[in-house]
């Protein structure tokens, strides 16, 4: 089964750099884009970052832009967000996402906690 395990979440102060790291297993990794998501309690899901299958198109959303970067190793099955120049408006639970098999899977979400 279709399996999505984040890591590398925790507590920065503002302005440093964490970088998260999903493992995927259980479906065909490199021919799955993949996603990055954040939520904070009270507010919907959003999308963070998306990488294609390939690892050669990336999009970002505008609050993230410059300072994150999505990236894939397809020898590894597993995809990163390098997150820098964090401010505490990036604190949420991140997840790891991919749409495969006609449904959306999940990880268990990993924390990130700016301080200011």
């Known amino acids: 089964q279709v399996q999505l395990v984040e890591s590398g979440g925790g507590l920065v102060q503002f302005g440093g750099s964490l970088r998260l790291s999903c493992a995927a297993s259980g479906f065909t990794f490199s021919r799955n884009a993949m996603r990055w998501y954040r939520q904070t309690p009270g507010k919907e899901r959003e999308l963070v970052a998306t990488?294609?299958?390939?690892?050669?198109?990336?999009n970002y959303a505008d609050s993230v832009k410059g300072r994150f970067t999505i990236s894939r190793d397809n020898a590894k099955n597993t995809v990163s967000l390098q997150m820098n120049s964090l401010k505490p408006e990036d604190t949420a639970v991140y997840y790891c996402?991919?749409?495969?098999?006609?449904?959306?899977?999940w990880g268990k979400g990993t924390l990130v906690t700016v301080s200011s």
């Open positions: 990488i294609s299958s390939t690892g050669g198109n990336t």
């Open positions: 996402n991919v749409f495969t098999a006609w449904r959306d899977y």
